[in-house]
């Protein structure tokens, strides 16, 4: 098993993972040579990935995801409601669309999607179970859900991103009305709670998926 956060904030974002010899990128936020040069210290190109998950389709996770796919010759794999929102960064095999709540096949993998709440077409995490390991993957969350506290008691490794304290964001310097979808039931929900390991249930320890950035919390997940 492999995890490696290859970048995550509001620059872009992008993760690979590696199960039972299948080699995925879950989003791509940033350029293919980006990709190309966080993968590189694991000796493993772009060509050989199997396939790109996208978690939703703002262009901070999906921008490059075309570009890679097609380097790779490996599909897109997302909701059909996200490849068509994200149809402006995407050409070529786009893959079997993956409904919440479904799960399908990818190499050695079963790959599970998940509703979470966000301001995006269909955005959903995923849970990558393997023959070495599971991998559950929820970013642009603020808040626990129950498709998530279900997925994460037998995780062995839990990439969280949970943005949005609003007291933090209240100092930040970010404007509040263009964050406005942030407070909305249907936008970000807001991060209440510092522990979210604790909160979800989660046996393992986890840590956030990108070091603090204005309006977040500073340390790890759990302290």
Known sequence: MLVKVLRSGSGGNACYVE????????????????????LAPLHITPADLD??????????????????????????????????????????????????????????????????????????????TGPDGVVVIAVDLGAPTGALRERVADADVLVLEANYDLRLLGVSGYPLVPEEPHHRPHGTP?????????????????????PPERGEQPGPAGA
């Open 19 to 38: 199960l039972g010899g299948t080699r995925l990128l879950v989003d791509a936020g940033v350029p293919l040579e980006v990709v190309a040069r966080e």
């Open 51 to 128: 396939a790109v998950l996208l978690t939703h389709e703002h262009d901070d996770h999906a921008r490059g995801a075309g570009a890679v796919a097609r380097l790779a010759a490996a599909p897109v794999l997302a909701t059909a409601a996200t490849l068509q929102a994200a149809a402006r960064f995407l050409t070529g095999d786009l893959g079997e669309p993956i409904q919440a709540g479904g799960a399908l096949r990818v190499g050695a993998l079963t790959v599970e999607a998940f509703p979470v709440p966000h301001d995006a077409a269909d955005p959903v995490g995923f849970r990558l």
């Open 190 to 210: 807001l991060q209440r709670r510092r522990r979210p390991g604790g909160f979800l249930g989660a046996a393992r320890p986890c840590r956030r998926a990108h």
